[in-house]
């Protein structure tokens, strides 16, 4: 073999023990979800769902933002999820792994509180079974195809107003009660609804798994945002910028070691993707020329970039901590005591 | 007592018809491979597409003793849309590919290959085969082994969602190396001092990308960047204009432009007629 054979055969080999470290890893990934960032118990949820939305637990409170901000901050917050280990065993911070918060009615007016939440960690189920019956009066339960439901206040007619449900040691179902039996018949039958929703499957297909915060929608999620806001005489002028029409939202996010967000909207075409990304321009433009009283305006501006692909508009984000900081209220400077007259 | 040239072992090939094509190609192939691959340019070019590995072993290192604003994936996404594909493989496309036949002419040694019973058109692919192996054999030892490092900084979690990008990552670089190969094989049969244009391709006239409309379209380098889908906000003007174009109008206008730029270079280096200075 000559020695360039040898150079190029060598390269082939690194690059071949590579593929296949990398092929391993996405095979035996335990991260790897079913759908996207979705676990195989999360495609029981309905076929009619709209939006989904997720949050990892364990990064969230591993990141910078929940130890240096939510920590510091919350002076209660120990209290209450004292409170909460103490009648359940469970501590968020500890136990809970994944929360997804699903819904199919958010633009329905009066119909908004259809959300199911589905939580995944580890659970002590008598703890916790005991503490939803006698936390609250009017807690009932039946059983749904072998699994209990716990019913909140439920009336004469069988309606209640809220309903929870482990789907299995593991993952907590909680919403109507209509979804969550819908949800908890699914998983006893071996159903998966969510697969029959092929809009809303390739959105999650889109979302990166072990991003520490993701939602996507469709239209439906987006039909309460504005559809106009005020142009720049101000609110009350006839002046006003009109907002495209998105049909589909991405969103995700990590907090470590900076927040980083990618938005990604579909708009109807590429003009009104054109003309929404124009939009978010000029606001960062805005806050860019507002940097000569608020120098960490600057900073802000320059963390996000804008960019159109086709009919899709993709917004990044990329925020240090410094900036966060920076853009913190200052607090008030201590008043010196008032000397003794 | 007579032997057959079979019987001695001889080549009984008809030596008044040319060299097949693809035997042709392989037999400039293996000697353009040796000559290539252990040059002083190589030297070079190992420097300048392997740099991103031991600069993502210090980031490796220093991460855990410095305030980290960057993660080790977007450190890894500038390596590969800022580094790679913008700037260090057009380099390396330059220095080898014009040279392909331009160092030939140099060296006065294309009289060699142009009097053999060999298409011209083999020698070009011969030697574009060997320019593609070699840089190739550069540059994805260096990608994988910067995507690990950079990935693994926080551990093997997670790493499952990211493989894809290195995957494509690997795809991008290699359409890379061909598209601006094709284009400066044909800058490289074209003129006789290729090296100051191809920079100013390079430098001046790709940073069209970042201006705004339809301009991007006459770059090269913005379908290549489109491809790669994890690269961090960019600054300046391509900030303000950013475009990423649609992944089938890339794939489409990347596979045009090579066929186009290759099928240019073997046309003009099978018509020219090359007449060395004495």
């Given at each position: 073999m000559t020695r360039s054979r040898l150079v190029v055969t060598g390269a082939a080999v690194v690059v071949s023990v590579g593929a296949m470290v990398a092929l391993g890893a996405l095979y035996l990934d335990p991260a790897r979800a079913a759908v996207g960032p979705l676990p195989p118990q999360a495609l029981s949820l309905p076929a009619g769902t709209r939006y989904v939305m997720g949050l990892d637990v364990k990064r969230f409170v591993a990141s910078p933002l929940y130890t240096k901000y939510a920590a510091a901050r919350a002076a209660n917050r120990p209290q209450a999820f004292e409170e909460l280990e103490r009648k359940t065993g469970l501590n968020p911070e500890r136990d809970l792994d994944q929360v997804y918060v699903a819904g199919s009615q958010a633009g329905v007016p009066g119909r908004s509180g259809d959300a199911l939440v589905v939580v995944v960690g580890r659970f002590d189920r008598t703890n916790v079974a005991h503490a939803i019956e006698t936390e609250k009066k009017g807690v009932t339960s039946k059983n749904v195809q072998g699994t209990i439901v716990y019913l909140f206040s439920e009336d004469r007619t069988g309606r209640a107003s809220g309903a929870t449900a482990f789907l299995d040691d593991n993952t907590l179902v909680m919403g109507t009660q209509a979804s969550v039996e819908q949800t908890v018949i699914a998983r006893a039958k071996g159903e998966a609804p969510l697969r029959s929703n092929p809009a809303l499957l390739a959105l999650l297909e889109g979302v990166r798994p072990g991003s520490t915060f993701w939602m996507v929608g469709d239209q439906t999620l987006l039909s309460n945002m504005p559809k106009a806001i005020p142009g720049p005489g101000g609110p009350g002028t006839s002046q006003s910028i009109e907002l495209p029409a998105l049909k589909s939202l991405t969103v995700t996010g990590d907090l470590d070691p900076q927040v980083s967000l990618d938005i990604t909207g579909e708009a109807a075409d590429e003009p009104a993707a054109k003309n929404l990304a124009d939009v978010v321009r000029g606001f960062v433009a805005l806050a860019t020329l507002q940097a000569n009283q608020k120098p960490e305006l600057k900073q802000l501006a320059s963390a996000i970039s804008v960019t159109t692909e086709a009919s899709r508009v993709h917004v990044a984000a990329r925020v240090p901590y410094e900036v966060i900081d920076s853009l913190q209220p200052k607090r008030a400077a201590t008043a010196p005591p008032p000397s003794a007259q | 007592m007579s032997a057959t040239p079979a019987a001695l072992g001889a080549d009984t090939r008809d030596q008044d018809r040319a060299v097949p094509?693809?035997?042709?190609?392989?037999?400039?192939?293996?000697?353009?491979?040796?000559?290539?691959?252990?040059?002083?340019?190589?030297?070079?070019?190992?420097?300048?597409?392997?740099?991103?590995?031991?600069?993502?072993?210090?980031?490796?290192?220093?991460?855990?003793?410095?305030?980290?604003?960057?993660?080790?994936?977007?450190?890894?996404?500038?390596?590969?849309?800022?580094?790679?594909?913008?700037?260090?493989?057009?380099?390396?496309?330059?220095?080898?590919?014009?040279?392909?036949?331009?160092?030939?002419?140099?060296?006065?040694?294309?009289?060699?290959?142009?009097?053999?019973?060999?298409?011209?058109?083999?020698?070009?692919?011969?030697?574009?085969?060997?320019?593609?192996?070699?840089?190739?054999?550069?540059?994805?030892?260096?990608?994988?082994?910067?995507?690990?490092?950079?990935?693994?900084?926080?551990?093997?979690?997670?790493?499952?969602?990211?493989?894809?990008?290195?995957?494509?990552?690997?795809?991008?670089?290699?359409?890379?190396?061909?598209?601006?190969?094709?284009?400066?094989?044909?800058?490289?049969?074209?003129?006789?001092?290729?090296?100051?244009?191809?920079?100013?391709?390079?430098?001046?006239?790709?940073?069209?990308?970042?201006?705004?409309?339809?301009?991007?379209?006459?770059?090269?380098?913005?379908?290549?960047?489109?491809?790669?889908?994890?690269?961090?906000?960019?600054?300046?003007?391509?900030?303000?204009?950013?475009?990423?174009?649609?992944?089938?109008?890339?794939?489409?206008?990347?596979?045009?432009?090579?066929?186009?730029?290759?099928?240019?270079?073997?046309?003009?280096?099978?018509?020219?007629?090359?007449?060395l200075d004495q």
């Amino acid at each position: 073999m000559t020695r360039s054979r040898l150079v190029v055969t060598g390269a082939a080999v690194v690059v071949s023990v590579g593929a296949m470290v990398a092929l391993g890893a996405l095979y035996l990934d335990p991260a790897r979800a079913a759908v996207g960032p979705l676990p195989p118990q999360a495609l029981s949820l309905p076929a009619g769902t709209r939006y989904v939305m997720g949050l990892d637990v364990k990064r969230f409170v591993a990141s910078p933002l929940y130890t240096k901000y939510a920590a510091a901050r919350a002076a209660n917050r120990p209290q209450a999820f004292e409170e909460l280990e103490r009648k359940t065993g469970l501590n968020p911070e500890r136990d809970l792994d994944q929360v997804y918060v699903a819904g199919s009615q958010a633009g329905v007016p009066g119909r908004s509180g259809d959300a199911l939440v589905v939580v995944v960690g580890r659970f002590d189920r008598t703890n916790v079974a005991h503490a939803i019956e006698t936390e609250k009066k009017g807690v009932t339960s039946k059983n749904v195809q072998g699994t209990i439901v716990y019913l909140f206040s439920e009336d004469r007619t069988g309606r209640a107003s809220g309903a929870t449900a482990f789907l299995d040691d593991n993952t907590l179902v909680m919403g109507t009660q209509a979804s969550v039996e819908q949800t908890v018949i699914a998983r006893a039958k071996g159903e998966a609804p969510l697969r029959s929703n092929p809009a809303l499957l390739a959105l999650l297909e889109g979302v990166r798994p072990g991003s520490t915060f993701w939602m996507v929608g469709d239209q439906t999620l987006l039909s309460n945002m504005p559809k106009a806001i005020p142009g720049p005489g101000g609110p009350g002028t006839s002046q006003s910028i009109e907002l495209p029409a998105l049909k589909s939202l991405t969103v995700t996010g990590d907090l470590d070691p900076q927040v980083s967000l990618d938005i990604t909207g579909e708009a109807a075409d590429e003009p009104a993707a054109k003309n929404l990304a124009d939009v978010v321009r000029g606001f960062v433009a805005l806050a860019t020329l507002q940097a000569n009283q608020k120098p960490e305006l600057k900073q802000l501006a320059s963390a996000i970039s804008v960019t159109t692909e086709a009919s899709r508009v993709h917004v990044a984000a990329r925020v240090p901590y410094e900036v966060i900081d920076s853009l913190q209220p200052k607090r008030a400077a201590t008043a010196p005591p008032p000397s003794a007259q | 007592m007579s032997a057959t040239p079979a019987a001695l072992g001889a080549d009984t090939r008809d030596q008044d018809r040319a060299v097949p094509f693809f035997r042709a190609a392989r037999a400039v192939f293996d000697l353009s491979l040796e000559g290539m691959v252990w040059s002083r340019r190589s030297l070079l070019m190992i420097l300048l597409l392997g740099l991103p590995a031991p600069l993502a072993l210090l980031f490796r290192i220093f991460i855990t003793r410095l305030p980290s604003r960057v993660s080790g994936f977007d450190f890894y996404g500038i390596v590969i849309a800022f580094y790679y594909v913008r700037n260090a493989l057009p380099l390396a496309a330059l220095f080898y590919a014009t040279a392909l036949i331009a160092d030939e002419v140099e060296g006065k040694t294309i009289t060699y290959l142009l009097t053999r019973p060999i298409q011209r058109v083999s020698v070009l692919a011969g030697k574009f085969a060997a320019y593609l192996v070699t840089t190739l054999a550069l540059a994805l030892p260096a990608v994988v082994l910067t995507f690990f490092l950079l990935t693994t900084i926080r551990g093997w979690s997670g790493i499952g969602s990211q493989v894809p990008d290195l995957f494509r990552d690997m795809g991008a670089v290699a359409l890379t190396l061909v598209t601006y190969g094709a284009f400066f094989t044909l800058m490289g049969v074209l003129l006789r001092r290729p090296v100051i244009p191809g920079l100013l391709f390079l430098f001046v006239w790709e940073l069209l990308a970042n201006a705004p409309g339809y301009l991007p379209r006459f770059t090269i380098t913005a379908y290549l960047r489109s491809l790669i889908h994890h690269r961090p906000p960019d600054e300046g003007m391509a900030e303000i204009f950013a475009q990423v174009l649609p992944t089938a109008l890339c794939l489409e206008a990347v596979g045009a432009m090579i066929v186009v730029f290759l099928a240019g270079a073997a046309w003009i280096f099978s018509t020219r007629e090359y007449v060395l200075d004495q």
